[in-house]
């Protein structure tokens, strides 16, 4: 499954043209395409009025939405983190390191528009989908 990162939904909601919202509109039909919870709350969160929180929230919850927290993933993101601040990355954002190590853990890959996700491409095997 191909889980779909915050940076690109945002761009597909405001109809933004780019390789990453033309895949997500080819996929969606599809049902290839998942959202894990935390990416559902990013995107709810930035949502300003109800009735537009509502549509949003209906559209994505129409494909499968994947549950990421627990122990264990707290843990494996803590150890990735650890091993690219050893390589000397710093990672930005926890969710971030989170979503990776979510999708690294069940085989899952990420579409994204996000720097952040290269290091854990490069030396921790994060699948990314490249359109």
């Given amino acids: 499954m191909v889980i779909v990162d915050s940076t690109v939904w945002i761009d597909f909601l405001a109809a933004r043209a780019s390789p990453e919202t033309s895949f997500v509109k080819r996929e ?6 998942g959202l894990a919870d935390l990416i559902l709350c990013e995107v709810l969160q930035c949502i300003r009025d ?3 929180f509502e ?5 994505l919850t129409m494909l499968p939405v994947l549950d990421t927290g627990g122990a264990a993933l707290a843990v ?14 710093t990672v930005r954002k ?13 085989r899952h890959s990420l579409l994204h528009n996000d720097r952040d ?7 921790l095997g994060l699948r990314i989908i490249h359109p």
């Fill in 28 to 33: 969606f039909a599809g049902r290839k395409i």
């Fill in 55 to 59: 549509r949003i929230r209906l559209l």
């Fill in 94 to 106: 926890m969710i971030d390191c989170l979503i990776a190590t979510f999708c690294i853990e069940h």
């Fill in 76 to 89: 494996a993101s803590a150890r990735n983190y650890r091993v690219l601040r050893a390589k000397g990355i």
């Fill in 117 to 123: 996700f290269d290091p854990f491409e490069e030396h």
């Fill in 50 to 52: 109800e009735a537009s």
